[in-house]
């Protein structure tokens, strides 16, 4: 897509004094908007890609709002299936089995979004197919098999932060959550490590790191975590889970790397389905972390709508203005920023840049961050 073209962003607001004003019919009318209709044909195997949280978060996407995407996706006739793929940290949803389980807690059975679940990379991750990209850092990425299999793809992302990429929306499930585990560990590449007079000997990213590379040594008279650099598969599930902020990366390298390669295999993913992929972004619950993380923090800033375009990078472009547009919330992990215009991801990882993404992804031809916003 040509850098000057402006994409069609459709937004629905939350706000709703009637009936026919509730969030699945927003849902409708914003699949109508956008014209997704012409997407989806008669007896596709349509992805639904979607995340179903990690045990412990309640943030992630309604069942009810995949629910609804079922339901329009069939009315074209299509066949859609729900789909993630495995994580490549420790936790509730590192094979398909636990996955599953964790799908069915989070509310998303058959009962209630009326299709099948299928993890799209396999039992234990290792069902993939590579995609030919050709880009600065990936000649081939990594794509899950039941995405690169599928006909057409629903993306419906949970928007809210993220402590490397800055934020989470449509571009980052697109990358990490349509890669298998080798994929996720291709795209993250960054160097991590733990600062002495910080670590607090808690153990917690010890027990959590799935490639056993973190261990004790001795400093002086005390024990610290180390992280093995030869064994860092660099998921930063250590930096996620230190109460402590002792474990970090070296940002000035692998920011860019990190955040370019994500993107690199946004593009791969989407490139499986030929235009025929659609993306709904969700402003509700914004949190400051993924939705992978165990648990879920109080909202950066109030509620804001659901937003649908054909143009992921627009999208996210969009939903990154309409947060830093607001007004913070101080109950939450903002420690700047709060004020309308300021940038709330920065507010709350001051290190993050998340406007690599979307600049990058345009940069590669993926789509364009010049967008009208259309409310309806």
Known sequence: MPNAAVSKVYFAGMRARREKDNKTSKIERLFAAAEFAGLFSKNDLT??????????????????????????????GARPFLTDTNTLYTGSRRNSVDHMETALRHGFSYATVNAPIIIADGLTSAAFQEVQIDKKHFKKVKIAEAVANANSMLVLSHFKGHVTAGFGGAIKNLAMGCAPARGKREQHAANFFVEADKCAACGQCIAHCPATAIAWQKNGDKKQAFIDKDKCIACGECMSVCTFEAVDM??????????????????????????????????????????????????????????????????DKACHDLVNAQIGFKNSHLSCNHGTG??????????TVGELQFNYAEEIGMGSTKYELIEI
Not at 258 to 263: D, M, Q
Not at 302 to 309: R, V, W
Not at 342 to 351: A, D, M, P, V
């Open 47 to 76: 992805a639904i890609k979607l995340h179903f949280g990690e045990s412990g978060c309640d943030t992630f996407i309604n069942p009810v709002f995949a629910g609804t995407a079922v339901r329009l996706l069939r009315s074209c």
């Open 250 to 315: 070296d940002w000035s390298t692998s920011l860019s790397g990190f955040t370019e390669r994500l993107v690199e295999y946004a593009f791969g993913a989407a490139s499986c389905f030929k235009g025929q992929i659609a993306y709904i972004n969700f402003l509700m619950n914004i949190t400051p972390d993924c939705d992978c993380a165990g648990w879920s923090d109080a909202p950066l800033v109030p509620d804001i709508g659901i937003l649908a375009s054909k143009d992921p990078v627009a999208l």
């Open 342 to 351: 300021e940038n709330k991801f920065k507010g709350s990882f001051s290190r």
